[in-house]
């Protein structure tokens, strides 16, 4: 059906505008001017060929613009190991990254779940104001259940 794009570009709308979640708002826009236009023969699979790692790039450079701008420094970075919590935090950030690489895995070869996390990645964006970086780290927590239901299979 060649209005079923549309069709789904306008439900995530509605449901973007309910919810008030402007990312979501915004994608959404993109997406439509850009089939609206003719574009998404050529633009739309590059885009979801590299949009995954523009993504990572634009929060890495979110999460070391403190560094950059001066408000963390090393003073900081060797205070911050004495915390519990900041063993805690280094632990978890080793684990996510591991984790979504097994997401990248997984997200590059099955598109049947590709599809399903995407969708559990909208419904938690704007029923629960969750933030869009679920399909990775969902892969790669579907990647390590996978695995480990493999394991004892």
Known sequence: MVYEPFLFLGLLLVIALVAKNQS??????????????GFDSKIFSYIQGKGINWGVTIITIAVLAPIASGDIGFKDLTGAFKTPYAWIALISGIL???????????????P????????GTILAVSIFKGVA?????????????MRFFEFFK
């Not at 049947?112 to 969708?119: P, R």
């Open 112 to 119: 049947h779940i590709t599809t399903a996390l995407v969708l």
């Open 24 to 37: 979501l708002i915004i994608a959404v826009g993109v997406l439509f001017v850009l089939k609206l236009l």
């Open 96 to 110: 996510v990254a591991l984790l979504a690489k097994g997401g990248v895995i997984l997200l590059a070869s099955d």
């Open 133 to 145: 970086v679920g399909p990775l780290i969902g892969a790669g927590i579907a990647y390590a259940a």
